[in-house]
């Protein structure tokens, strides 16, 4: 099979075609033929092991310290089942599934096992393989955060970082909860957001959000480069903060500074469930819970794909098609959200158009700059 390896740390030029052996389902596994996936900020992470502080430890443990140890990135993956192991009664040959399969990777490949008690669920009828590729990361990202806040209707809440694939996904989710939304996001993604949901956008180019006088119930953090101390007052008492990007102070400090502020923390990872991609399945086969697209490449344009995420610009998801080029046209029925899509002509007025692929922010990755340096930088 053909598969996208990196055999060393770095940039995109790592990732390569190669042919694999293909894998066979053991027991409790499926065999699924891939279809679509995406490239994620996660495989950034991986391959350029450029991760939060504290964190380049135990990210290599699990990743290599020299060379990958894991050589297909993908934490996500939408496709048919093949073939299943012994034991397996949730799945059969034929099913079109969509999983996550988190830090074990190995998505961005032609085939791909998956355990059936891993977070596995039905692809939703009414999406193409490529939209439903476009809901599993940030999608069942978000929907594990937001069930850490128990929002209710009318909670006011800020997500930081609104237009990437976890935060077009959470300010659904939010939306879909009564929730009065206030995203935070650079000017050009404002219509885009507020198609999502947002009621308020504040553009972190020009406006600094600890500095408007605003509390909220809950804040979801998708960028981390605001520190507590000033991430906490703009928290309302009794109020829950999703460090989505945390590193690893934050993470083991979450717990007493929960005790400390009356404030709820979650930092860092959050287990990934079946129960959850299925609630983010749910939503979208009833079209409350579009996907939010940016691109969409072929496999072998995958290092491509690599380069435009690893500018950390992307609006959405970034979408690999794996094989079956032919269902990459829009279907007729799903709320599709499509900022860039090569087949489609011209997208909805509403949405967005991404700056081209050569202009992207000027070191690589802008996850851990501030808002002002961004604003400065661009
Ligand atoms: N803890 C977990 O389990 C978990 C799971 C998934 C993801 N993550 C992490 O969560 C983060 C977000 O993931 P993602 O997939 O949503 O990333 P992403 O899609 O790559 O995010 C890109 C978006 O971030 C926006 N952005 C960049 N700097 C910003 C800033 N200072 N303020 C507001 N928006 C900004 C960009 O918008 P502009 O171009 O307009 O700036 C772009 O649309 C990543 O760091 C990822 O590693 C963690």
């Known amino acids: 099979m053909r598969a996208a390896v990196y055999r060393r740390f770095g940039g995109p030029d790592a990732v390569r075609i190669e042919e694999r052996p293909k894998p066979a389902p053991g027991p409790g596994e499926l065999l699924v033929k891939v279809r679509a996936v995406t490239v994620s900020a996660a495989d950034y992470r991986a391959r350029t092991k450029k991760v939060p ?8 443990i699990t990743l290599g310290f020299v060379k990958p140890r894991i050589p297909v990135l993908g934490m996500d993956l939408v496709g048919i089942v093949e073939s299943v192991g012994a034991g397996v009664t949730r799945f059969k040959p034929g099913d079109e599934v969509m999983a996550m399969l ?50 209710r209707p009318g909670a006011r809440v800020l997500i930081i970082g609104a237009s990437g694939a976890v935060g077009t996904a959470a300010m659904q989710l939010a939306t879909l909860a009564g929730a009065h939304v206030t995203a935070v996001c650079s000017g050009s993604n404002a219509d885009l957001v507020r198609s999502l949901g947002a009621q308020r956008v ?6 600094d959000f ?10 979801m953090d998708c960028v981390g480069n605001v520190p507590f101390g000033r991430l906490e007052p703009v928290i309302k008492p009794g109020g829950s903060l999703l460090s989505v990007v945390a590193d690893l102070a934050a993470m083991l400090t979450a717990g007493s500074r929960s005790r400390r502020t009356g404030k709820r923390v979650t930092a860092g990872n959050v287990p ?35 380069r435009y995420v690893d500018a950390g610009r992307k609006v959405g998801n970034v979408v690999v098609q794996i094989a079956g080029a032919e269902t990459a046209n829009p279907s007729q029925t ?8 090569p087949t489609q002509s011209p997208p909805p007025s509403s949405v967005k158009i991404p700056r081209p692929m050569s202009s992207p922010a000027p070191n690589g990755d802008v996850r851990g700059r501030t808002a002002s340096t961004i604003a400065t930088t661009r």
Do not use: W
């Open 53 to 60: 502080k504290g964190l380049k430890l135990p990210t290599s």
């Open 334 to 341: 799903s709320p599709l959200i499509c900022a860039r899509y």
């Open 202 to 207: 504040i553009d972190y180019a020009t406006e």
């Open 210 to 219: 600890t500095a408007v006088g605003e509390t909220y119930d809950v804040v």
């Open 272 to 306: 990934f469930t079946a129960a959850d991609l299925a609630r983010v399945a749910e939503l979208a086969e009833t079209g409350r819970l579009r996907p939010v697209i940016d691109r969409i490449l072929s496999l072998p344009d995958i290092a491509e794909a690599h």
């Open 102 to 151: 988190g830090a074990k990777f190995g998505g961005h490949a032609e085939y791909a096992t998956v355990p059936e008690d891993g977070a596995v669920t039905a692809k939703p009828r009414n999406l193409t393989f490529e939209e439903a590729a476009a809901l599993v990361f940030g999608g069942i990202t978000a929907q594990a955060f937001m069930g850490r806040a128990a929002l």
